[in-house]
């Protein structure tokens, strides 16, 4: 399996500040036929199901607010708030679609500072 | 808006098995190109995918699950759904059905269901 780590596991970041969080694959994610990184970001709130939020490594899904990017490439991505809302305290997940199975990171907590 | 609802047993004993049902609305699962997917989250943990059906039939398991894990799909009633024999208190946790973007299972999930609690307990 392609093991997902991501750093840091908890993060606390003052409001209208830019948190960045990284994701690294033990192997690499991209395929090289279409030049697409197999990786996704994800925010969970408490009690609710994960939101996509970003695929194909720097796609922003529709409705996700263009402070959230996303870049990397292989296996070495992250994902950047660019100025904190206060909606945005979630725990935040990447995935990998390269290979079976599919795996998650495993979560990293943003809180504000 | 397409919605997802998981339903069925919210405590089931070891041993036994765990059914779930995804109810698709507000779309046709029969869409062309769309996977459906069952994903799991211990309480507390990280999320675990399971595995994804094709309206065809097509499944695509996890290898860690494969030998308990059986994905169904019943497009008259706009449904799919996952058992997963011999359950212990590790398989305790919420399960998601989720959709895949378009074109293969190898995609993200862009609409998942709210979730549903299932303990494993005697």
């Known amino acids: 399996d392609i093991v997902m780590t991501q750093s840091p596991d908890s993060l606390a970041v003052s409001l209208g500040e830019r948190a960045t969080i990284d994701c690294k694959s033990s192997?690499?994610?991209?395929?090289?036929?279409?030049?697409?990184?197999?990786l996704a970001w994800y925010q969970q709130k408490p009690g609710q199901p994960p939101r996509l939020l970003i695929y194909?490594?720097?796609t922003r899904e529709s409705g996700v607010p263009d402070r959230f990017s996303g870049s990397g490439s292989g296996t070495d991505f992250t994902l950047t708030i660019s100025s904190l809302q206060a909606e945005d305290v979630a725990v935040y997940f990447c995935q990998q679609y390269y290979d079976t199975p599919q795996t998650f990171g495993q979560g990293t907590k943003l809180e504000i500072k | 808006q397409l919605q997802l609802q998981e339903s069925g047993p919210g405590l089931v004993k070891p041993s036994e098995t765990l059914s779930l049902t995804c109810t698709v609305s507000?779309?046709?699962?029969?869409?062309?190109?769309?996977?459906w997917g069952w994903i799991r989250q211990p309480p507390g943990k990280g999320l675990e995918w399971i595995g994804t059906?094709?309206?065809?039939?097509?499944?695509y398991y996890n290898p860690s699950l494969k030998t308990r894990v059986t994905i169904s799909v019943d497009t008259s009633q706009n449904q799919f759904s996952l058992k997963l024999s011999s359950v212990t208190a590790a398989d305790t946790a919420v399960y998601y059905c989720?959709?895949?973007?378009?074109?293969?299972?190898?995609?993200?999930?862009?609409?998942w269901g709210q979730g549903i609690l299932v303990t494993v307990s005697s």
């Open positions: 194909w490594a720097s």
């Open positions: 192997q690499s994610v991209l395929y090289s036929s279409n030049n697409k990184n197999y």
């Open positions: 989720a959709r895949h973007l378009s074109g293969s299972y190898e995609r993200a999930s862009d609409y």
């Open positions: 507000g779309g046709s699962i029969s869409s062309s190109g769309y996977y």
């Open positions: 059906i094709y309206y065809s039939g097509a499944t």
